[in-house]
């Protein structure tokens, strides 16, 4: 089964002159970590935000484990999903466990073992310590972190997340890219953007590189890399497919 | 529930970390009611409470001047000056007086009036006794006077209420004293007629059905509506209770930018129960407020000296009108919070369109007073229906029944808003 299938996606925003999406397709295993990369513009942001139902595409098809997103189906799709915003979605006067807890209130988690689940993951981050603090006072590190664990709650099959180590120092990446591969052991599913290629190459099993709302190529970096004997690493692929030009 | 009941917390504990939100909400009203109230006590007073000072030249010295004297000062409510540094008071000095603006009236009493009055009194009763086959007996001037006037001379400043409310004062004075005259001439004639009767004969009365004032409505409360503490605090707690849209607008417009409503709508579950919890917050906060703010009126107004607030009898009418309240302003809040993209469009937008609101609403001055046009319009304001629903309940002892259209224009106005900002984040994701 897929986790994730695109078909045919087309999506143009009101008022825009130029569309986002450009009849996109593309699909993965079940199980498996992609990489969805493109240069600014391309239209990640938009099928991200299709694929969790925040935005209707235009024509196209969506599935996640077989679910349509629908309208009849959005509230199942929402179960199985966690999504990671490229913004830090939390209210920044609260501190990381009433944040936490208000998240997991919502999705029907309560009590000692909603605390008990929190505090396991605080630990995981390594933000014990600063459980109570408000996140406003956070470095930019433990706000992306605190911003996965606001994803997860809910144990979802599939993690969905925006440039999740944009912006952070080595050390909080390193620990973001530790529990997408810990996380992806445990069989679920995880799809992520980044304008780092290095990153993406260092993680991914599939890599799906759009531009101008189209499929450029998708595949294994390693194999993608092989494929063109001038290419040394992906981001020379990269660059081979998207161009060299500066986009804003 | 828990959705519901987490929301709720969630905003609780934001506020509580938003000092200047606190402020805002709770410090500002109650010192914007205190101000209101004591610089709008001195309009707010009864005429009754309040002393004119009213000049008068008595160039008549007869029954006319001592009746009107009289007569203004047994009201309670005027001054009677008719001496500058204990000599009489002349013409030419009452009018440079009024001039230069010390005083606002002066009442002038022409010599001979009275001596005029009289004359026409015993004309008519001469008339009547000829008529009847009596012989005229009581003396009549032989010129009558067509010029002769009592003289107002008022400061151009004067309010045209003021003036109005003078002059019939004192044209029922004259009446008065003219009718009395008259009474007494008919009584003198009637007397020297009958000279047996003398000491047993009856006086005439001429008033026989007075005036009576009783209130309409439950309670026993009189007069409650012209002072200023009855006005203000009500009216100024609505306005207060309206600028709740500034904190909500703000705590949407932030939870779109900051990425948290992302976050919410992902969440599965219906997001209007999310909003529902927001709701009811802010609608708890608006009654919270409310209430201190009568309080203020209960018992701090009287420690400045000024009247203790009213309350009328259906206590829960008043709470149901302060819910009403509240779910208007918040919905107000959410609508403004939808359609406004930064803080600095909804703040601006949210103040300037609440002090429209409250002026055309009758907040500042009573609705009657304004213009026909400008109280169509206001009585399309929410503001002015909560007022009415207030002053239904405190000022007219009134009921929910009596309330109730005003309830249901606020609820509906309510659901109305809350309907067009649900269209418009539908239309946003689409």
């Known amino acids: 089964m897929n986790s994730i299938e695109v078909k045919d996606l087309h999506k143009t925003y009101a008022g825009a002159l130029v569309p986002s999406l450009q009849g996109l397709s593309f699909a993965f295993p079940e199980g498996s970590i992609v990489g969805l990369l493109g240069p600014n513009g391309a239209g990640k942001t938009t099928t991200i935000s299709i694929l969790c139902g925040l935005v209707k595409a235009d024509s196209g098809t969506v599935k996640i484990f077989d679910l349509p997103q629908d309208a009849a189906r959005r509230e199942a799709v929402k179960r199985i999903i966690g999504i990671v915003p490229q913004q830090i979605a939390l209210f920044p006067q609260l501190t990381a466990m009433e944040n936490l807890t208000y998240f997991g209130n919502l999705y029907g988690f309560k009590g000692a073992s909603l605390k008990q689940k929190i505090t396991n993951y605080l630990e995981a981050f390594g933000l014990e310590k600063a459980?109570?603090?408000?996140?406003?006072?956070?470095?930019?590190?433990?706000?992306?972190?605190?911003?996965?664990?606001?994803?997860?709650?809910?144990?979802?099959?599939?993690?969905?997340?925006?440039?999740?180590?944009?912006?952070?120092?080595?050390?909080?990446r390193s620990m973001i890219l530790q529990f997408l591969r810990e996380y992806n052991r445990q069989g679920k599913s995880v799809l992520y953007t980044s304008h780092l290629l290095e990153e993406a190459q260092q993680i991914c099993e599939d890599i799906v590189i759009i531009d101008e709302g189209k499929l450029i190529i998708q595949g294994r970096p390693e194999d993608m890399i092989r494929q063109h004997a001038d290419c040394r690493n992906l981001e020379e692929v990269f660059l081979l497919y998207t161009g060299h030009a500066v986009r804003d | 529930m828990?959705?519901?009941?987490?929301?709720?917390?969630?905003?609780?504990?934001?506020?509580?970390?938003?000092?200047?939100?606190?402020?805002?909400?709770?410090?500002?009203?109650?010192?914007?009611?205190?101000?209101?109230?004591?610089?709008?006590?001195?309009?707010?007073?009864?005429?009754?409470?309040i002393k004119f000072d009213i000049l008068t030249v008595d160039n008549d010295h007869g029954r006319l001047g001592r009746h009107i004297r009289e007569g203004l000062g047994g009201t309670g409510q005027f001054n009677v000056i008719d001496t500058l540094q204990g000599a009489p008071l002349t013409e030419a000095q009452a009018q440079e007086l009024i001039a230069d603006g010390t005083y606002k009236i002066c009442i002038t009493i022409p010599k001979g009036a009275t001596g005029e009055i009289v004359s026409n009194a015993?004309?008519?009763?001469?008339?009547?006794?000829?008529?009847?086959?009596?012989?005229?007996?009581?003396?009549?001037?032989?010129?009558?006077?067509?010029?002769?006037?009592?003289?107002?001379?008022?400061?151009?400043?004067?309010?045209?209420?003021?003036?109005?409310?003078i002059r019939q004062a004192l044209d029922n004075f004259l009446t008065q004293v003219q009718t009395d005259l008259l009474l007494e001439r008919i009584q003198m004639q009637l007397r020297s007629r009958d000279s047996s009767v003398h000491d047993t004969f009856p006086t005439i009365r001429l008033?026989?059905?007075?005036?009576?004032?009783?209130?309409?409505?439950?309670?026993?409360?009189?007069?409650?509506?012209?002072?200023?503490?009855?006005h203000n605090v009500p009216a100024w707690s609505i306005f207060a209770m309206f600028f709740i849209v500034i904190p909500i607008a703000g705590n949407m417009i932030r939870e779109r930018e900051d990425g948290s409503l992302v976050r919410l709508k992902l969440i599965p579950g219906n997001y209007l129960s999310i909003l529902a919890g927001k709701l009811l917050f802010f609608v708890g906060i608006c009654v919270v407020q409310f209430y201190l703010m009568i309080l203020v009126g209960l018992f701090g107004m009287p420690l400045l000296g000024l009247p203790k607030l009213q309350l009328g009898v259906d206590h829960l009418a008043g709470f149901i009108t302060a819910v009403s309240i509240g779910i208007t302003a918040t919905?107000?809040?959410?609508?403004?919070?939808?359609?406004?993209?930064?803080?600095?469009?909804?703040?601006?937008?949210?103040?300037?369109?609440?002090?429209?609101?409250?002026?055309?609403?009758?907040?500042?001055?009573?609705?009657?007073?304004?213009?026909?046009?400008?109280?169509?319009?206001?009585?399309c304001s929410p503001l002015s229906w909560g007022l009415d629903a207030i002053n239904d309940v405190y000022l007219r002892n009134g009921n929910i029944r009596l309330i109730l259209p005003d309830i249901i224009r606020l609820l509906a106005c309510g659901l109305l808003m809350l309907g067009i900002a649900a269209r418009v984040e539908q239309r946003r994701i689409s």
Do not use: C
Request: proline share 5%; no cysteine.
């Open chain 1, 131 to 172: 459980a109570h603090k408000e996140v406003r006072k956070f470095s930019g590190g433990m706000k992306r972190r605190t911003n996965i664990i606001a994803a997860i709650l809910h144990d979802p099959q599939l993690l969905v997340l925006d440039e999740p180590t944009a912006g952070v120092d080595v050390q909080s």
């Open chain 2, 2 to 49: 828990l959705r519901l009941i987490a929301t709720i917390r969630k905003e609780w504990l934001l506020l509580l970390r938003d000092k200047a939100g606190l402020a805002l909400l709770f410090v500002m009203p109650v010192v914007l009611i205190t101000v209101m109230a004591v610089i709008q006590d001195a309009p707010f007073k009864d005429y009754q409470e």
């Open chain 2, 122 to 165: 015993n004309k008519i009763v001469n008339d009547i006794s000829k008529r009847m086959g009596i012989p005229a007996q009581l003396p009549v001037k032989a010129i009558a006077s067509d010029s002769l006037a009592v003289q107002l001379y008022f400061d151009p400043a004067a309010k045209k209420a003021f003036k109005s409310a």
């Open chain 2, 207 to 230: 008033k026989a059905v007075g005036l009576q004032e009783t209130m309409i409505g439950k309670g026993k409360q009189i007069d409650v509506i012209s002072n200023s503490v009855q």
């Open chain 2, 331 to 379: 919905a107000y809040g959410i609508l403004i919070g939808t359609l406004f993209k930064t803080p600095n469009q909804a703040l601006n937008f949210g103040a300037i369109s609440i002090v429209i609101l409250s002026a055309i609403g009758g907040i500042w001055i009573p609705l009657e007073v304004m213009p026909e046009k400008i109280q169509l319009i206001g009585r």
